[in-house]
């Protein structure tokens, strides 16, 4: 049977015929980075006892006084998730328990999305969609876990739970959540939306009760039915790959299958976020300490981003003489989201206006950080 001009353009919004939820199969997925494969700034990071994007893009460890922890990017070889074709997950372990948590501690995997990304929800009108959250999760922990959409920009909430049935074990799970005619997301580059899963908290953030409904936050609600308790022990830990948010309700058996990108694509939508690079450029000394360099970023990124280099750079003036410096340091000034003017201090021996260039120096690398 022929299709219809309508049937057609429906195929191609992404909008099944005589329906009216909005189908994803062939669009960018909402989620990014969403199965684990990109991880710029390390694969690795231990000691942690504060919030930071540490290991896999985009994603967020909100530690606040509760505990010490490994964090990594894992590599897989076998399991649930892995036949299912994830290589890669996020993995946090306790290395230094918090058995009581104060009331005020918590304990939360974040991932965070931009206001004008999220309106194919409609949210805050007569057409408001639902949700579907659907991951893959292991931990060594059986038990019941709170995960939450939180509206940043109107201060609302809606609660969901997943269960961990078998230990050491990935399961995938799928949890639905209410359309919301109150509140519309706002449409632009700000962070709108987090979706938070709590590992543990003290009672200040689960002293309420889950609330599957929408409405105004009660942190007492954000872990009212969490039992995983990951901070406590130090034999704990926690996985999870395989993120997707649909628009609409789905069930186990209805999901859209995850959208894996290429690598490439993939790290493109990160660099939105975060850039790590050896900077290439040419420019001048400024006395006989600093370096001005100017620099061009890999892509526009989401708006003028923070920096920071991993250790220490090298430049040269035409090839005649090799500067090291003494210490990592500088700043980046005079910058936009595409480029900017990296200023490179502790250097020593420069001659004041001379033409320098950046020098490979390894593993070195300049950070450039705009994340929500």
């Known amino acids: 049977m022929a ?25 960018t997925p909402l989620i990014i980075n969403g199965d684990m494969q990109v991880a710029q700034r390390s694969v690795s990071e231990t000691g942690k006892t504060s919030a930071g994007y540490y290991t896999c893009d985009r994603m967020h460890s909100n530690i606040d006084s509760i505990g010490t922890y490994t964090i990594i990017q894992e590599s897989l070889s076998s399991g649930n998730a892995y036949i299912n074709g994830f290589t ?8 230094t328990a918090d058995a009581s948590p104060a009331s005020g501690d918590n304990f939360s995997f974040i991932y965070s999305f931009e206001g004008q990304d999220l309106q194919l929800f409609k949210k805050g009108t007569a057409n408001a969609e639902k949700f579907t ?22 201060t609302r909430l809606i609660g969901g739970t997943y269960t961990i049935s078998s230990a050491d074990t990935w399961e995938h799970k799928v949890v639905n959540f209410a359309a919301d005619t109150t509140g519309a997301f706002t449409n632009d580059n700000g962070q709108s939306l987090k979706i938070e899963w709590f590992l543990d908290s ?5 002293s309420g009760t889950t609330d599957t409904t929408w409405g105004a936050k009660d942190d ?56 790590a690079f050896h900077p290439r450029g040419s420019g001048k000394a400024f006395g006989s300490t600093t370096g001005y360099l100017q620099v061009p970023l890999l892509k526009p990124m989401r708006s003028t981003p923070s920096y920071s280099q991993n250790a220490v750079f090298r430049i ?12 990592a340091g500088g700043g980046f000034d005079q910058a936009d989201n595409h ?5 490179g201090n502790n250097f020593s021996s420069l001659t004041d206006a001379q033409t320098i260039h950046a020098a490979p120096n390894g593993n070195v690398s300049a950070h450039f950080d705009s994340e929500l």
């Open 3 to 27: 299709l219809s001009k309508i049937d057609v353009a429906n195929m191609l919004t992404g909008l099944v015929p005589n329906d009216n939820t909005i189908r994803r199969p062939n669009a």
């Open 88 to 95: 890669k997950a996020w993995r946090i372990d306790t290395t």
């Open 133 to 154: 959250l659907a991951f893959w999760v292991k931990s060594n922990k059986t038990g019941t876990g709170n995960v939450n959409l939180f509206d940043t920009d109107n």
């Open 202 to 206: 003290g009672t200040n953030f689960s």
């Open 220 to 275: 007492t609600d954000r872990n009212a039915s969490g039992t995983l308790q990951i901070a406590r022990n130090t034999d704990n830990d926690w996985a999870i790959t395989g993120i997707q948010l649909e628009v609409g309700e789905y069930s186990s058996t209805t999901l859209p299958p995850f959208q894996f990108e290429d690598f490439e694509e993939n790290l493109a939508r990160c660099q939105r976020y975060f850039q």
């Open 316 to 327: 040269t003036n035409n090839d005649t003489g090799e500067f090291t410096q003494s210490s």
């Open 339 to 343: 480029s900017g003017r990296l200023a």
